[in-house]
């Protein structure tokens, strides 16, 4: 057993702690700079499951095993999403910072079973009545628009400037949402997103440019997610559709910001995505992909709860117990990753849209597909002589457990 005062990355569980002595802590730092190495060393300590420590010294199981967390996902009758299960409510502090992740909201991503079939089947076929055409065609405009904007200047910041602005565009005119409303919707939700003095004031705002939302396209529906769901068979009530807009939303715009980031970053710093001797570069499909096996934006979820007691992975999980299951994690399990960028070409088993009941609805990913790929083509053949500002060595990750990201990057290019 390993010596907890030897090494900061061990912590002795709380009294009672369901979780057994020496598990690790989660840490933002950790995160930062090499996950395929921590993922393999944690393996190697400790199998397909972990016992880990939360901020506020609070256990959970870590789940880092693909076929682990194939089988969490997919039996969502013992790892249920309900978050009032959890059997250490009793030492969560009021203001624990993971408590926006884990507090029990009335929206689809906690509800189980048949309402949350109704709900999710509500999200899906309204997204499914998107026309993909348009959809590209929206991208594109709100991809040259955003690069106009920075073309002259010869250099540019494209996470904050590009990849985060992008998708918030396109995701508005998916909402139906006018110009007038567009603009405040994508500034609150930066600052929702970068957190701050100012978070909680940009959320509620949220919440009622939503309501106005439902408001309105009641009285005049629209080709749009939010009046297809008003539509549909589903019945939703207001605070419904409320909740459910702004989760769509929001579980898109940072996923989709990183995935375009992560492939800029890619294409621009790896030999066999760089522009080769003829001038072309490799598919940007193709860099996409291997982002999604590689570092794949949704690094980590919180989390599932055990309906009873059970085995994972060689360990005990009591009832109540919380599990935090990785993606990054699955997808890189040796096991089942591509060994080569040519063994991924075409190869979705990837779970970056996690797996089950509570997976991204159908055409999510396609259509995030979409907007991230007209992102990554548009800059590129736009600015041809886009490189790097830095060495790719101080390109910077965010120091984040649940996000894989760059917290900048940095380029130059000819100014047009």
Request: aromatic share 8%; glycine share 8%.
């Given at each position: 057993?390993?010596?907890?005062?030897?090494?900061?990355?061990?912590?002795?569980p709380?009294q009672g702690?369901?979780?057994?002595?020496?598990?690790v802590?989660l840490?933002?730092?950790?995160?930062?700079d090499?996950?395929?190495?921590l993922?393999?060393?944690?393996?190697?300590?400790h199998?397909?499951?972990?016992?880990?420590?939360?901020?506020?010294?609070l256990?959970?199981w870590?789940?880092?095993?693909?076929?682990e967390?194939?089988?969490?996902l997919?039996n969502?009758?013992?790892?249920?999403r309900?978050?009032?299960r959890?059997?250490?409510?009793?030492?969560?502090?009021?203001d624990w910072p993971?408590?926006p992740f884990?507090?029990?909201q009335?929206s689809?991503?906690?509800?189980?079973?048949?309402?949350h079939?109704r709900?999710?089947?509500?999200v899906g076929?309204a997204l499914?009545?998107?026309?993909?055409f348009?959809?590209?065609?929206?991208?594109?405009?709100?991809?040259?628009q955003?690069v106009?904007?920075?073309?002259g200047?010869g250099r540019?910041?494209l996470m904050?400037?590009?990849a985060h602005?992008?998708p918030?565009?396109?995701?508005?005119?998916?909402?139906?949402l006018p110009?007038?409303?567009?603009?405040g919707?994508?500034?609150?939700?930066?600052?929702?997103?970068?957190?701050g003095?100012?978070?909680?004031?940009?959320h509620?705002?949220?919440q009622?440019t939503?309501q106005?939302?439902?408001d309105?396209?009641?009285?005049?529906?629209g080709?749009?997610?939010?009046?297809?769901?008003?539509?549909?068979?589903?019945?939703?009530?207001?605070?419904?559709?409320?909740?459910?807009l702004?989760?769509?939303?929001?579980?898109?715009q940072?996923?989709?910001a990183?995935?375009?980031?992560?492939?800029?970053?890619?294409?621009?710093t790896?030999?066999?995505?760089?522009?080769?001797?003829?001038g072309?570069r490799?598919?940007?499909?193709?860099?996409?992909?291997?982002v999604?096996?590689?570092?794949?934006?949704?690094?980590?979820f919180i989390?599932r709860?055990?309906?009873?007691?059970?085995?994972?992975?060689?360990?005990h999980?009591e009832?109540?117990?919380?599990v935090v299951f990785?993606?990054a994690?699955?997808?890189t399990?040796?096991?089942v990753?591509?060994?080569s960028?040519?063994d991924?070409?075409g190869?979705n088993?990837y779970?970056s849209?996690?797996?089950?009941?509570?997976?991204?609805?159908w055409?999510?990913p396609?259509?995030?597909?979409?907007?991230?790929?007209?992102?990554?083509e548009?800059?590129?053949?736009r600015?041809?002589?886009?490189?790097l500002?830095v060495?790719?060595?101080?390109?910077?990750?965010?120091?984040?457990?649940?996000?894989?990201?760059?917290?900048?990057?940095?380029?130059?290019f000819?100014?047009?």
């Amino acid at each position: 057993m390993t010596n907890t005062h030897e090494s900061p990355d061990v912590a002795a569980p709380p009294q009672g702690c369901p979780v057994q002595q020496g598990a690790v802590r989660l840490e933002e730092q950790r995160f930062q700079d090499d996950t395929a190495e921590l993922y393999r060393k944690l393996r190697t300590e400790h199998g397909p499951v972990v016992p880990v420590v939360l901020e506020g010294d609070l256990p959970a199981w870590f789940v880092i095993g693909y076929r682990e967390v194939h089988e969490v996902l997919s039996n969502s009758q013992l790892f249920a999403r309900d978050s009032r299960r959890w059997n250490a409510w009793d030492r969560v502090p009021e203001d624990w910072p993971l408590m926006p992740f884990v507090g029990y909201q009335p929206s689809l991503l906690f509800k189980e079973g048949a309402e949350h079939q109704r709900r999710a089947g509500a999200v899906g076929d309204a997204l499914h009545g998107a026309d993909q055409f348009e959809l590209g065609q929206e991208a594109e405009r709100a991809s040259d628009q955003l690069v106009d904007e920075f073309l002259g200047d010869g250099r540019a910041e494209l996470m904050e400037q590009y990849a985060h602005q992008m998708p918030l565009h396109v995701l508005a005119k998916l909402f139906g949402l006018p110009e007038s409303k567009a603009g405040g919707l994508v500034r609150d939700m930066t600052l929702t997103i970068a957190g701050g003095a100012d978070a909680g004031e940009a959320h509620g705002r949220i919440q009622d440019t939503m309501q106005w939302l439902v408001d309105t396209k009641r009285e005049r529906p629209g080709p749009d997610v939010p009046s297809r769901m008003l539509a549909h068979e589903a019945d939703l009530t207001d605070e419904e559709l409320i909740q459910d807009l702004i989760v769509v939303i929001t579980a898109a715009q940072q996923p989709l910001a990183y995935w375009i980031g992560n492939t800029l970053r890619l294409m621009l710093t790896d030999s066999y995505f760089a522009v080769n001797l003829h001038g072309g570069r490799r598919s940007v499909g193709q860099a996409m992909n291997e982002v999604l096996w590689e570092d794949t934006p949704t690094a980590n979820f919180i989390g599932r709860w055990a309906t009873r007691p059970t085995q994972l992975g060689g360990q005990h999980i009591e009832s109540g117990d919380m599990v935090v299951f990785s993606l990054a994690a699955a997808n890189t399990d040796p096991q089942v990753r591509p060994e080569s960028y040519a063994d991924s070409v075409g190869n979705n088993a990837y779970l970056s849209f996690s797996y089950g009941e509570h997976r991204c609805p159908w055409p999510a990913p396609e259509l995030a597909q979409i907007i991230a790929k007209t992102a990554v083509e548009v800059l590129l053949d736009r600015i041809p002589d886009v490189h790097l500002a830095v060495p790719p060595d101080e390109l910077k990750w965010l120091p984040s457990v649940w996000m894989r990201g760059l917290s900048s990057l940095p380029v130059e290019f000819s100014p047009l």
